[in-house]
């Protein structure tokens, strides 16, 4: 750590209040620990299992004080596995990212900005590589939910099979950036965040009077898009409104455990967004996908737009209510910062 920086309080274990510095650090160690029990590779996580690693997590954090044990907040006690399905641990990989992104840039003023601004980068590096990966596996869904129903099992067959040579590609891509020096360093980079990451001078203040006045400009930014996104309801502007949701989710999910049932509240109502513009992204996301295959590959037009259709038409279905829908996280977030 630099000059004038420091760890946010006595240790996470000790009793009294939290500070605002010990609550970032546990969320963000929990995500760490999240993301590299799930993406390591198969070899990496056997080695590691012989070697018998010891629960770094517990160990330098400890028993869970009474902030946040189970009840605290059910997004954040859940402990961290492996999961079984590779499909899973690749997003299960993704979301402990966007959560330690945005617990960064939401608390920004109370981790040193360098360190930050070092790791955001590298944590979007390895989420855009992880990505295509996770876009290949929706639309192999897709195909295998929605095709029975309305294409042959050729063209069922013939679809499926350009998407798995895709998803081949992808993970092949993933395995080699696992390897490389930048991989090595987001390793590394995770492990700072259990040990305690660099925080400045304000985060030894307490956590209940610091942690829920930060979240000011995260609920600005989500205003503001709402207010774009009612006046012009585009596939462009709903996902921008997404973007913001997932701050106004995370930050909230944060704070919720020193503020409570408001801050979860208000976090669930934005999850529930959050989740439909989700799907309508991923539904339209795979007809544009779609729609390309059929010009790129004529022989294949005729089911590719049949599914496109599809899934155009389960876009518009996934639109229906996201207005009242975010009318209900205004009306949470009144409730609890009026």
């Known amino acids: 750590m630099g000059d004038g920086e420091q760890q946010g309080g006595p240790a996470p274990g000790s009793g009294g209040p939290p500070t605002a510095g010990m609550v970032l650090h546990r969320v ?6 999240t993301f590299l029990l799930n993406d390591l590779g198969e070899e990496q996580a056997d080695r590691r299992r012989q070697a018998g690693l010891p629960d770094a997590l517990a160990a330098v954090q400890g028993p869970p004080p009474v902030w946040a044990r189970p009840g605290a907040d059910r997004a954040l006690s859940a402990p961290a596995q492996r999961r079984d ?16 992104r945005s617990t960064l840039r939401t608390f920004h003023v109370l981790v040193d900005p360098r360190w930050s601004a070092d790791l955001r980068a ?46 081949a590609e992808a993970m092949a891509r993933i395995s080699r950036e696992q390897a490389g020096d930048r991989r090595h360093r987001l390793t590394d980079e995770m ?33 503001g898009a709402g207010r774009t996104a009612r ?24 704070v919720a455990l020193v503020a409570g049932k408001p801050a979860r509240r208000t976090a669930r109502a934005a999850e529930r967004l959050q989740t439909r513009l989700g799907d309508l992204h991923d539904a339209s996301v795979s007809a544009d996908w779609l729609e390309a295959l059929a010009l790129d590959r004529p022989d294949l037009a005729g089911p590719a737009r049949t599914l496109a259709e ?14 009242q829908d975010l009318k209900e996280v205004e009306q949470r977030w009144r409730d609890w910062r009026r």
Not at 28 to 33: E, K, M, N, V
Not at 85 to 100: F, L, T
Not at 132 to 137: A, E, G, H, I, P
Not at 233 to 243: G, N, P, Q, V
């Open 310 to 323: 599809a899934q155009r038409q389960a876009a518009a279905d996934t639109r229906k209510g996201w207005k």
């Open 231 to 254: 006046r012009s309801s585009t596939e462009a502007h709903l996902h921008a409104l997404r973007i913001r949701l997932k701050g106004l989710r995370y930050g909230c999910e944060t």
């Open 191 to 223: 492990l700072v965040l259990w040990e305690g990451p660099a925080l400045r001078p304000k985060a030894s203040k307490p956590a209940e009077t610091v942690l829920p006045d930060l979240l000011e400009r995260t609920w600005r930014d989500v205003r």
């Open 122 to 167: 590298d944590l979007s590096w390895y989420g855009t590589v992880l990505g295509r990966s996770r876009d290949l596996d929706l639309l192999a869904d897709v195909i295998d939910l929605r095709g029975p129903a309305i294409l042959t099992e050729d063209e069922q067959a013939a679809l499926a099979d350009v998407v798995d040579e895709g998803r």
């Open 85 to 100: 399905d590779r499909v899973e641990r690749i997003h299960q990989s993704r979301v402990a990212m966007r959560r330690i």
């Open 28 to 33: 963000l160690a929990l995500s760490a620990r």
